[in-house]
């Protein structure tokens, strides 16, 4: 990017779709030819020494348990800078911090090195905090410093619990996942190592009481900055939970897998219950993706095969869901600078696509049958059922509360749509005329569409992924 003009614009935007389409590519051509379904070990691996003095090595490599999310976030990238297109100023570095965002996110969903997979998630905060700080809106320097309070002070976590982990044990540090996923621990010492990697996933993908730097940060936000937000950096806290808290410390997490099932529940019930007292609409949608990831926190802790697979499902779906969700607030935004939904109010008549886009997608939000979510959060009741880990009648409250949080889901969805676009309150307004998505909008909207509505069909394309990962993490849950 630093070789491209200063003063064009349109370069700076075309670069970066180029880029992004051409990655996005690769990774389906290496997925489509290249990757093996029915092998739960690590393919298309790079392995290269480092640092010699630390046993640092450049170790990247897939399987199933990331694929479906590093083509995920391919996907919403590419969207998100195609998005990106009314941003103007300084667009050389909005698209720089982009692509910048993009590299981390992918390498931290395919490194192999547990240094590696740190030094990527803090290469990950920088440019969200400058695409905060710079193109956000009117609090955007509270939240940016919110936001980065919270997650660098969680990464200190991160890292004390990986060069614990890296340590212990040996006379040589490894840093190698593989190596590291047969290590066994003292159990204080492993529960400690847990609290720590515990903490800091739990700021990233928003576990109660650590979320409320997200609505914050949603709600200032420019609306691609959003959609990456959404869609995939909350889904790298979820993915470090079962990457390293479920396959390395296997003992300490069926431990505090009850815990986690207890907080995924409030935190249902919980945001589900804020999000209708929101004024601002991205805080509300933000909220509804806080109690959205309570389904994949209450799928990683019960332990069972369908819960984890659901977990995973959720995962990608939701990605695809918050994306659009937030990309149609921005693009309604646009048209009408309101931010309050108390001042918004029969939009549906000036702008008929934007309004049949957004109520398709919140009702794929509130997990209607036949879209992605359904599948999933049916999946991860499931495995809520069959677990042996739990008593009757815990189960039974469990599924009860969730269920309340279900039926609290469309309350809020739909009273958003309604507040925004039935009723007469802009049309009788002066100057009162602007247009429709154009077909931009419309194609962005519909290539998300698409996605969630196959996952919802046809679920098994993207648990087929994960399957026999699923399995071999489990494998060490059942011992003795």
């Known amino acids: 990017m630093l070789f491209l003009p200063h003063r064009g614009n349109k370069v700076n935007k075309w670069y ?27 393919q298309l691996s790079e392995d290269y020494k480092w640092i010699n003095f630390f046993d640092f090595y450049w170790r990247l490599g897939i399987d199933g348990l990331s694929i479906g999310t590093i083509l995920l976030t391919g996907f919403i990238t590419t969207l998100a800078t195609l998005a990106a297109f ?25 490194s192999r ?29 509270y939240s940016a410093t919110k936001f980065i309070l919270y997650t660098a002070g969680s990464s200190i976590f991160l890292l004390i619990g990986v060069l614990g982990i890296s340590l212990y044990g040996s006379n040589e540090p490894t840093l190698n996942l593989e190596l590291l996923a047969n290590q066994s621990y003292p159990v204080t010492l492993e529960i400690l190592f847990y609290i720590g990697f515990l903490i800091a996933f739990a700021v990233k993908s928003p576990i109660i009481p650590l979320h409320t730097w997200l609505p914050d940060t949603h709600g200032e ?72 990831m309570g389904f994949i926190i209450i799928g990683i802790g019960s332990i069972t095969d369908p819960g984890l697979n659901g977990a995973i499902l ?50 794929a939000s509130l997990a209607l049958p036949g879209m992605s979510g359904f599948v999933a959060e049916l999946i991860v009741f499931f495995g809520i059922i069959t677990s042996q880990k739990y008593f009757l009648i815990s189960k039974i409250l469990i599924i ?26 802009l049309i009788n307004a002066k100057n009162f005329s602007f247009f429709d998505s154009g077909p931009r909008e419309l194609f962005l909207s519909i290539s998300i569409l698409l996605p969630i509505i196959g996952i919802g069909i046809y679920p098994d394309f993207v648990l087929s992924l994960a399957s026999d990962k699923v399995e071999s993490i489990l494998s060490n849950y059942f011992y003795g």
């Open 16 to 42: 970066t779709i180029c880029i992004c389409i051409l990655e996005l590519l690769l990774t389906t051509y290496a997925f489509c030819y290249n990757f093996k379904m029915d092998d739960p070990l690590i």
């Open 86 to 110: 009314p941003v103007t100023r300084d667009s050389r570095l909005f698209h720089f911090l982009m692509l910048a965002m993009y590299s981390g996110q992918i390498g931290s969903f395919s």
């Open 113 to 141: 090195d547990i240094l590696l997979f740190f030094i990527m998630w803090e290469l990950e905060l920088i440019p969200v905090y400058l695409l905060l700080s710079m193109w956000g809106g009117k609090k955007r320097l």
């Open 221 to 292: 936000a420019h609306y691609s900055t959003c959609m990456l937000l959404a869609g995939i950096l909350l889904k790298m806290g979820a993915y470090g939970l079962v990457r390293i808290n479920m396959e390395l410390l296997p003992h300490a997490h069926s431990m505090f897998s009850p815990w986690l099932m207890v907080v995924g529940t409030i935190q249902i019930i919980y945001a589900a219950s804020t999000s209708p007292g929101q004024r601002n609409l991205k805080k509300r949608i933000a909220y509804s993706s806080v109690s959205h």
């Open 314 to 363: 959720q995962i990608i779906s939701h990605g695809f869901i918050g994306a659009a969700l937030f990309f149609l607030a921005g693009t309604s935004y646009d048209r009408i600078r309101l931010v309050y939904l108390d001042e918004m109010g029969g939009m549906a008549i000036s702008i008929p696509k934007i309004f049949t886009m957004f109520t398709i997608l919140s009702m």
């Open 400 to 425: 009860f509360v969730m269920a309340i949080g279900m039926i609290l889901t469309p309350i809020y969805l739909l009273s958003m749509s309604r507040q925004m676009f039935y009723g007469y309150k």
